[in-house]
């Protein structure tokens, strides 16, 4: 029987993993590493996708007999050394889509063909590969709905998801070099990694027990409550899914065989085609993490020499639906799709921070930090990327809040100085008077801060900039 390598990579499962089943099924005996490359990687990853990544080989190495290697550094040499060492003829992997990823896997194919080393690549991350969608004119879609209703939905239905492999026969190799998952050294030595985790269960039963629920329950009222961050009708499998505990096509196939209303599905799996778009223009547009995918952005007239990037950050801005999410954020790795569109705007359009500040902090914040969803989302929020919400659309934070929130719960789940104030003031706390801050045990100043800017007039001042780049266009 011969050994074969099998690379796990974003794809941490052993279920609907197509090139493991391959492995398996051409009959080789398996050795499982995980690489961690941060010698290739111009995008290192964030503090929270670390402590996300640690538990989650851990959990894989238990499925897997404590018999997941894993190694760190220059992945080609890795495995160039593991090959000749060992004397094995086949690795398998399944394709990641960052251009850092892109660029190194290339390399790698190109030595194993020097070497005589069979690789074999799948898909295990997307419903539909990137260069399989286009116009007909040949060129990549910019616009997320035709991409969606006439590039994905008209082209093959997404591959049905594969059982795991029936016989996965674990090669008896223990490599001089292979490191212990403590050895990779992914959580932080500050609590903060412990912390954040609480809420949280990682793996690939988890995120399968995650599934089910939210399909028994969530799923429906879908469509209007994912708008709501304190109520339970969004999965929060993104982690799940960007780590590939699960795969898009277990999510799409649950979906479409839930018993939930038809527009809450419909709902539910055009999400899921968001985020096959991100990657869609992650590939086409492979500067999409740092650069304005609408040139004329070039010229906007950012103020990112302020001091407010910390309140920000820290969630001490003075309104509470933006504290309340960077809070979240910062407290349990996660942030709702709604609050982080909020925040985004009062970050890029009231503060005229340019987007890779928010981008940047996401990304070390986020457990679903994903390359592709959070420089597409963040350039979306901007107005900057491709089928973007026009600049002028600036969320008003105290409108959002009095709609999304109305009964003020998720703001004091993560602002408790607020917790006594009523709903009706929670929204402008404020324009309370001194004695009702008094009498809710929050004084504006003193136990929650003051507004840190104005959002009518920093609204005037955004709208300003943004008309400066549009006369530079025009
Ligand atoms: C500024 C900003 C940054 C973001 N950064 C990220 C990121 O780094 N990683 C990430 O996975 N998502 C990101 N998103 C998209 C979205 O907010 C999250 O995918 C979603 O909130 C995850 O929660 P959920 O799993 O409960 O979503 P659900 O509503 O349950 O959706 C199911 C799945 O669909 C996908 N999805 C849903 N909405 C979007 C979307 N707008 N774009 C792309 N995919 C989507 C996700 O994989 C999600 O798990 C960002 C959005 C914004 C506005």
């Given at each position: ?12 499962r052993?279920?609907?993993n197509?090139a ?12 499982p ?15 929270a996708?670390?402590v996300?990544?640690?538990h ?9 007999g404590?018999?997941?290697q ?18 094995i003829?086949?690795?398998?992997w ?13 390399a ?18 997307l ?30 239905a ?5 059982p795991a492999p029936k016989?996965?026969?674990l ?6 070099n292979?490191?212990t ?6 959580c932080?030595?500050?609590s903060?990694g ?9 793996g690939?039963?988890?995120?399968h ?7 028994d329950g969530?799923?429906?009222n ?5 708008n ?9 499998l ?6 590939g505990?699960i ?6 196939y649950?979906?479409?065989?839930a ?10 799996k ?9 990657y869609?223009l992650?590939?086409h ?6 650069k304005?995918f ?12 302020q001091?407010?990037?910390s309140a920000w950050q820290k969630g ?5 639906i933006?504290?309340a999410?960077m809070r979240?954020?910062y ?9 982080r569109?909020i ?8 503060l005229?921070?340019?987007?890779q ?8 914040c ?5 390359l592709a ?10 107005g ?6 026009p600049?002028?659309r ?6 959002q ?5 109305p ?6 789940k993560?602002?408790?100085e607020?917790?006594h104030?009523?709903a ?22 003193k136990?929650?801060?003051a ?6 007039e ?7 900039a ?9």
């Open positions: 029987m011969s050994t074969a390598i099998f690379w796990f990579r974003q794809d941490l052993l279920q609907d197509p493991l089943y391959a492995a398996c099924h051409a009959g080789h005996d398996i050795l590493i995980y690489i961690l490359d941060e010698e290739n990687c111009d995008w290192p990853m964030g503090g996708s670390k996300w990544l640690h989650s080989l851990t959990h894989l190495n238990q499925k897997l404590g018999r997941l894993c190694f760190s550094g220059d992945a080609k040499a890795i495995l160039k050394t593991l090959c000749n060492t060992h004397d003829k086949h690795i398998y399944n394709r990641c889509y960052e251009p850092w990823r892109i660029k190194r896997d290339s790698i194919k190109t030595l194993c063909t020097e070497q005589n080393i069979a690789c074999y690549s799948d898909n295990a991350s419903l539909w590969e990137p260069w399989q969608v286009s116009k007909q004119d040949g060129t990549a879609y910019k616009v997320f709905t035709p991409y969606y209703k006439k590039g994905c939905l008209y082209a093959e997404p591959r049905k998801p594969l016989h996965l026969n090669a008896d190799l223990s490599p001089k292979a490191l998952i403590d050895a990779l050294s992914l932080p030595t500050r903060w412990e912390e954040i985790i609480t809420d949280w269960k990682i690939e039963d988890h995120a027990a995650k599934l089910s629920d939210f399909m969530g799923l429906t879908y469509k209007d409550g994912r709501f961050p304190n109520k339970a009708n969004v999965s929060r993104s982690p799940h899914l960007h780590f505990e795969s898009p096509n277990q999510a799409w649950a979906a479409a065989q018993s939930a209303p038809e527009q809450d599905v419909t709902c539910f055009s999400e899921l085609g968001w985020r096959e778009f991100s869609y992650l590939y547009f492979p500067e999409l993490p740092h304005n609408q040139d004329k952005f070039d010229a906007f007239p950012w103020h990112d020499d001091e407010y990037l001490q801005t003075g309104y509470p933006i504290d999410a979240e954020l407290q349990t790795g996660y942030m709702h799709n709604r609050p569109m925040v985004g705007s009062f970050l890029v359009k009231n005229l921070y340019p987007w500040a928010g981008e940047k902090w996401f990304w070390d986020l457990f679903d930090a994903d969803s959070n420089s597409a989302s963040w350039q979306w929020v901007a900057s990327g491709a089928d973007a919400a600049y002028f600036i969320f008003n934070p105290i409108t809040s009095e709609k999304f929130d009964d003020g719960q998720y703001i004091k993560y602002v408790p607020l917790k104030v009523p009706s003031l929670i929204h402008k706390p404020w324009d309370m008077t001194i004695s009702e801050q008094r009498m809710y045990n929050a004084v504006i100043g136990d929650y801060p507004p840190i800017i104005d959002v009518k920093t609204r005037e001042r955004a709208l300003a943004y008309s400066s780049i549009k006369q530079v266009q025009d």
